[in-house]
Structure formats: structure tokens, C-alpha cells
């Protein structure tokens, strides 16, 4: 009979190391089903309360301890969530041995055996990275009712390269749609995606820095021009906020960043 727990993985950053490590030490574990949730960027006192909230509803969901890894530098953050009904493991400083005992159940000698991520998981990022590259660069509209998220954004915003890792990575269903100049002078969302603004997620950039990756493309072009950069993400913004879309600036972010901020802010689910 297989056991039901449930894992956190809990992180004031991305969360990729603490899933990462905790994901491998459970794989060695037979006979559990391990329910994973990652929670990034538990950076406050006030995110760390809601953290214990959703353990503890986990933990008696489960009739059993959650079991969180976690990658927290703050030793004030990590106290709160540590007196929640939970098992904890700082994936720094512990590996298999307290895991062993708390699973009451010596780990298997089989390297590389994870259970926990089947050919579904496979399965789901294949079709993903699939509807990513189909709906790129406002291809094909006519999909947007099976995405999890669309990005919208002037040229050269991030957009493509985030909807590929959230299909790589999360199996998530991403597209995205360039909002032009002529959409950016009406201040009126395109007619083609007006019906899912409820899917809408925002990306803009610092102009100096999207001027750059614009030279890159076309060098000395009106296109690439400063003047034309903080125009395209002035008025972009304000339809943003006009439109009550939600955004983030991507200047300083890596693409595993965006991605992750973009998940926790659209309350996106991963699918793999």
C-alpha cells in the first residue's frame, strides 16, 4: 500500500536547489507518494506565516508530517515555518540520514531511480514546449484557450525564451503575443487577445538595456534607438496599468527568475 506525504520545498529564491536536492533524496524512497510543492521567494515574516498555513493543512490533509526542504538563509523566516507540523531539512547542512529516519525506511540502492517524476511529467513538458513554439510571436491565436499563460510585451522583452523554459521546466502551456507600435498608440489591447485577459502577464524591460539586445538585431535602426526604446516601454506600462495586467521587469532577472516570479505572482500551477 503506497503512503501518501506531502513535500515543500520552500526557498527565498528561485526554489531550483532545494527542489532539486529534495526531489533526488525522495526518489530513493519506495512505497511513499510524494505530493510536491515548491514555494519561492519566502522572503518575509508575513509569507513565512502564510508557509505554516499551508503546511499544516497539508500535514492533516495527509494525517501525517509534511516534509520540507528548504534553502532559507534567514534564520528568523526558517523558525516560523519550522515550528508548523512539519519534518525540515536544510538541504545544506542534512542529507539522507534524518530522511531515513523520519520515513522510517532505509533508502534504496538504486541510483537515479525517481519514482516521483514518470513519463507523464515527459509526456507533459513535450507538449508544452510543442505549444510554445506554435504559439510564439502571436502565431496562431487561436490556441489561447488551452494556455496556462500569455505573455505579452514589446519586441525583445523576454518573452520567448520564458514560455520555453516554463514548458521545459514546469510544463507549463505558455504563449506569447508582441505588443506592437500601432497597439501601443491606440492604448487598447489587441482584439485577439482581449478575450483572455484574464491570462494576460505583462513583461517590460529598462530601455537602455532593450536599446542593447535591439542593436544586436538592428544596429542604428529607429528600432533599436533610445528614443524609440523609452517610448515603447512608457506607454507599454501604462497600458499595463490601465489594463490592470499584471508585470514585471525583466532587466535584472535571469530567464529561470522570470519564469519563477511569473508562476508565484499568476498563482500558475506547474503541470509536471
Given at each position: 500500500m503506497t503512503t501518501k506525504r506531502t513535500a515543500f520545498f520552500v526557498s527565498d529564491g528561485t526554489g531550483i536547489t532545494s527542489e532539486a536536492l529534495g526531489m533526488s533524496l525522495l526518489s530513493r524512497f519506495e512505497g511513499f507518494e510524494f505530493e510536491r510543492i515548491?514555494?519561492?521567494?519566502?522572503?518575509?515574516?508575513?509569507k513565512a506565516n502564510e508557509t505554516v498555513e499551508k503546511i499544516n493543512e497539508a500535514s492533516l490533509r495527509n494525517d501525517a508530517k509534511a516534509i520540507i526542504f528548504d534553502t532559507l538563509v534567514d534564520d528568523r523566516i526558517r523558525s516560523i515555518i519550522a515550528s508548523s507540523n512539519c519534518f525540515m531539512i536544510d538541504v545544506f547542512a542534512a542529507f539522507l540520514g534524518p530522511l531515513e529516519q523520519e520515513l522510517g525506511q532505509q533508502p534504496s540502492d538504486r541510483v537515479g531511480r525517481n519514482k516521483i517524476t514518470e513519463n507523464r511529467g515527459y509526456d507533459h513538458r513535450i507538449s508544452a514546449i510543442s505549444y510554445a513554439l506554435d504559439n510564439d510571436d502571436g502565431a496562431r491565436t487561436r490556441y489561447y484557450n488551452e494556455a496556462d499563460v500569455i505573455l505579452v510585451g514589446v519586441s525583445r522583452s523576454g518573452k520567448t525564451p520564458t514560455c520555453l523554459y516554463l514548458a521545459m521546466?514546469?510544463?507549463?502551456?505558455?504563449?506569447?503575443?508582441?505588443?506592437?507600435?500601432?497597439?501601443?498608440?491606440?492604448?487598447?489591447?489587441?482584439?485577439?487577445?482581449?478575450?483572455?485577459?484574464?491570462?494576460?502577464?505583462?513583461?517590460?524591460?529598462?530601455?537602455?538595456?532593450?536599446?542593447?539586445?535591439?542593436?544586436?538585431?538592428?544596429?542604428?535602426?529607429?528600432?533599436?534607438?533610445?528614443?524609440?526604446?523609452?517610448?515603447?516601454?512608457?506607454?507599454?506600462?501604462?497600458?499595463?496599468?490601465?489594463e490592470r495586467i499584471p508585470f514585471m521587469n525583466t532587466t535584472h532577472y535571469s530567464v529561470e527568475e522570470i519564469a519563477t516570479r511569473i508562476m508565484v505572482q499568476a498563482e500558475i500551477k506547474r503541470r509536471c
Open positions: 515548491t514555494l519561492p521567494y519566502v522572503d518575509s515574516v508575513e521546466q514546469y510544463g507549463i502551456k505558455a504563449a506569447n503575443y508582441p505588443l506592437t507600435e500601432e497597439d501601443i498608440d491606440d492604448q487598447k489591447l489587441p482584439a485577439s487577445i482581449k478575450s483572455f485577459k484574464q491570462k494576460l502577464f505583462g513583461l517590460t524591460i529598462e530601455p537602455d538595456r532593450l536599446s542593447l539586445i535591439r542593436n544586436e538585431r538592428k544596429a542604428n535602426s529607429r528600432y533599436a534607438s533610445m528614443k524609440q526604446c523609452n517610448y515603447e516601454v512608457e506607454e507599454v506600462e501604462l497600458m499595463y496599468r490601465r
